[in-house]
């Protein structure tokens, strides 16, 4: 039987290629989360940006990392996270 590479993640588990030994991992769920960049009248202004975060709470700072002039909203699947607006056009609509 042929042992995968060293340390090769199959099917959940670890296998080393010096001693055929299985090691169970502790893998956490990612979501593949996409971050869209809206323009003022909500169109999409660009391809979203994937990223895999483990929650809506990770996913959101990662996103608020890049608002800056535009609209950014998150979504999970067709779930949508959160809408975030820029600091600049809250306090003009707040």
Same mark, same amino acid.
Not at 23 to 32: G, I, Q, R, T
Not at 40 to 61: G, K, L, M, R, S
Not at 70 to 76: F, H, K, M, N, T
């Given at each position: @039987? ?10 959940? #588990? #670890? ?7 299985? +090691?169970?991992? @502790? +893998?956490?769920? @990612?979501?593949? =989360?996409?971050? =869209? ?13 994937? +990223? ?31 809408? @975030? ?10």
């Amino acid at each position: @039987m042929a042992v995968p590479p060293l340390l090769k993640k199959c099917a959940g #588990f #670890f296998f080393s290629r010096r001693k055929n030994i299985r +090691v169970e991992a @502790m +893998v956490l769920p @990612m979501s593949a =989360y996409r971050i =869209y960049e809206l323009t003022a009248d909500d169109h999409i202004a660009a391809p979203p940006t994937i +990223v895999d975060c483990p929650d809506d709470t990770a996913a959101i700072e990662k996103a608020r990392q890049r608002l800056d002039h535009r609209i950014i909203e998150v979504q999970l699947v067709d779930r949508c996270v959160i809408r @975030m607006q820029p600091i600049a056009e809250r306090r003009r609509h707040g």
